[in-house]
């Protein structure tokens, strides 16, 4: 404990700009606090205290040989977090005779203080507690199979292959390019740009799960990285994020970092703030844990054996990469993430955009019910007590908080409280930028984007609110599903960028929202 309080201090002494703003931050939603009633207050910290104490107890129980008592071993772990909570919250409702409303927005609170007080301290405290191995001194050597699973992506393949076959790795690598019954000339350029350690595949269309599962058929290496055609890695991004899968046998999987690629468009700009601020942190929050809940598509890296061990992927749902992670956390491996990058092509158009988050959101919303059976078990780990259960209720309920939120400011107004409103939405909108501010100077190195915070709190969280009621309804109606194409029709090509390329948008060959 000694060791590690001082590694902790440390860490501050040494990060004087990340500590100064996660301070920032944790003391913003304080004042956002005083402004509430103070039994809302004594709720918040309740609820904090609870959480803290129930933090400790999965870590309690997570240590081999550690006696379970009778009724914890039989019970859900959630549901010792899930009764306190409900109590209190019910309790402060029914004392203060709240509207629904009311305790709606009461909510909400409590799940901004989860981020502020556990997610972006989560998110820190792991960027810097992760030591990575020394890749210049000792890279990893094993042998390494690199899936590229393709549909429709002619103008974009090319300069994949080219990226992967330049990135560094010295040990055996091959590259396994799975064309899925592409109707453009996938296939053609797959060919034109592969060299002796690329083997291209064809195949007549079954989805993204069947196009890598042909891959794993092929695959001859111990360790396999996952690279979605129309990501671009950087010269070191291999051998990163394959050291880290390698630093410790019980890890199973490891989640790369992702970018987008421009951030030209007021879309991609707020794509790039949704990244940093929300993908990415919670990604590292999680991984404090070894419980990253989603290996991206566009970077992710495998064990074999741990991938095998599973089945390979399943196509019973649109996100086959966050159901072969929860598989692989029920099958007993930590997933962890690592600071490995790819930059990946973004939607453009609000309607590219919409598009494409309905698909995440209707795949996530399936794999949650697929695998609901976790909130029935009694494991122990911070995944199923924690994690799983934190993302099957916000996602199922967030989108209706937004949604009375935003119609409870609008009836402020109306009722002319406009002051009391202003006061209050400035105030979230700060606590907004703060935490955005943390997260870019944590993820990504354009600061700048901090200044389109307000419009995520404004605009883009709406946006998002309303697409996924749009996917809880179409989960319900069961339509039929499909892998859709790449979402880009190129306009002129160019050669395979170097690193500071990839890195600066402006360089990237020109790209056109398509109406797919």
Request: charge should be negative.
């Amino acid at each position: 404990m000694g060791r590690k309080f001082e590694s902790l201090i440390e860490i501050l002494r040494n990060q004087d700009a990340e500590t100064a703003i996660l301070c920032a931050c944790v003391l913003g939603f304080g004042v956002v606090l005083s402004f509430l009633p103070a039994a809302v207050v004594n709720l918040c910290l309740l609820v904090g205290v609870v959480g803290l104490a129930y933090q400790a107890l999965l870590i309690y129980h997570g240590r081999d040989g550690w006696p379970s008592p009778w009724l914890l071993s039989e019970l859900p772990s959630w549901i010792v977090l899930g009764v306190p909570v409900g109590g209190l919250l019910g309790y402060h409702l029914f004392e203060a005779e709240a509207t629904v409303v009311q305790g709606i927005i009461l909510v909400a609170v409590l799940f901004v203080s989860f981020y502020f007080w556990y997610v972006l301290p989560a998110a820190w405290f792991q960027s810097h507690q992760q030591s990575s191995p020394d890749v210049e001194q000792n890279p990893p050597t094993v042998p390494l199979s690199i899936l590229v699973p393709a549909y429709n992506e002619a103008g974009c393949i090319g300069q994949c292959i080219d990226r992967l076959v330049q990135a560094e790795y010295p040990g055996p690598k091959e590259i396994i390019v799975i064309d899925d019954g592409s109707t453009d000339a996938t296939y053609q350029e797959a060919c034109a740009h592969a060299t002796a350690d690329v083997h291209v595949l064809q195949q007549e269309n079954g989805g993204k799960f069947s196009a890598l599962n042909t891959g794993l058929e092929r695959a001859t290496g111990s360790v396999v990285v996952t690279v979605d055609a129309d990501s671009r890695v950087t010269d070191s991004t291999l051998v990163e994020i394959v050291a880290d899968l390698l630093v410790d046998p019980s890890v199973g999987a490891v989640a790369g970092t992702v970018k987008p690629t421009r951030v030209d468009t007021l879309v991609e700009k707020l794509q790039a703030l949704e990244y940093a601020v929300g993908i990415n942190t919670f990604r590292r929050a999680f991984a404090a844990t070894d419980s990253v809940n989603v290996v991206p598509g566009c970077l992710g890296c495998f064990r074999k054996v741990a991938i095998d061990g599973v089945g390979g992927y399943d196509g019973d749902t649109m996100t086959e990469d966050y159901d072969i992670t929860l598989q692989i956390l029920r099958a007993g491996w930590s997933v962890r993430a690592s600071e490995a990058l790819v930059y990946t092509e973004a939607p453009r158009t609000w309607r590219g955009l919409a598009r494409q988050r309905l698909r995440w959101k209707l795949g996530t919303l399936e794999t949650l019910l697929k695998h609901r059976g976790l909130l029935r078990g009694t494991d122990r780990s911070t995944f199923s007590g924690l994690v799983f259960p934190y993302q099957l209720i916000s996602l199922s309920a967030m989108p209706i908080v937004t949604l009375v939120i935003l119609w409870t400011i609008l009836a402020g107004v109306a009722a002319g409280q406009w002051l009391y409103v202003a006061v209050i939405v400035t105030l979230f909108a700060a606590l907004e930028f703060l935490g955005t501010l943390f997260a870019l100077e944590l993820n990504d190195n354009r600061l700048w984007l901090a200044a389109y915070s307000p419009l995520i709190f404004v605009v883009y969280r709406h946006f998002l609110a309303a697409i996924t009621l749009k996917a809880l309804f179409d989960v319900l109606q069961q339509p039929e599903r499909t892998w859709d194409s790449s979402r880009y029709t190129p306009l002129e090509t160019e050669a395979s960028p170097s690193d500071e390329q990839v890195s600066e948008s402006v360089e990237i060959s020109s790209w056109e929202e398509s109406d797919d």
